[in-house]
């Protein structure tokens, strides 16, 4: 069974920071995409960050640039979001998912979804 566990979501002060994980489980670690989404209230769910599959090649929206930062953990088959500087607009539950092929910011080419873990940055 593919699954997807995201953890480490709470509140936060503005300027703050977390740390995000994300545990898999039930398929091939190494082969997959891995992708941090989030989803704030009343809005759609919008790509944050995304490692490849292969050397682990992080990208990151502009949005979050120079404040987030992505990693895996190929042994522990876990992919981290470490976020800094953290700014009320960046609370959402975020979101892991996995895909097979390359790095994507498009949700609808992720075919397993973790259940999503709350952020929220008080001002």
């Known amino acids: 069974e593919v699954q997807l566990q995201a953890s480490g979501g709470g509140l936060v002060q503005s300027g703050g920071s977390l740390r995000l994980s994300c545990a898999a489980s039930g398929f091939a670690f190494v082969e997959s995409t891995i992708g941090w989404f989030r989803q704030a209230p009343g809005k759609e769910r919008e790509g944050v960050s995304v490692i490849s599959r292969i050397g682990g090649v992080p990208y990151h929206a502009d949005s979050v640039k120079g404040r987030f930062t992505i990693s895996r953990d190929n042994a522990k088959k876990t992919v981290y979001l470490q976020m800094n500087s953290l700014k009320p607009e960046d609370t959402a539950v975020y979101y892991c998912?996995?895909?097979?092929?390359?790095?994507?910011?498009?949700?609808?080419?992720?075919?397993?979804w973790g259940q999503g873990t709350l952020v929220t940055v008080s001002s």
């Open positions: 998912a996995r895909r097979v092929g390359g790095p994507s910011f498009r949700r609808e080419l992720y075919n397993y």
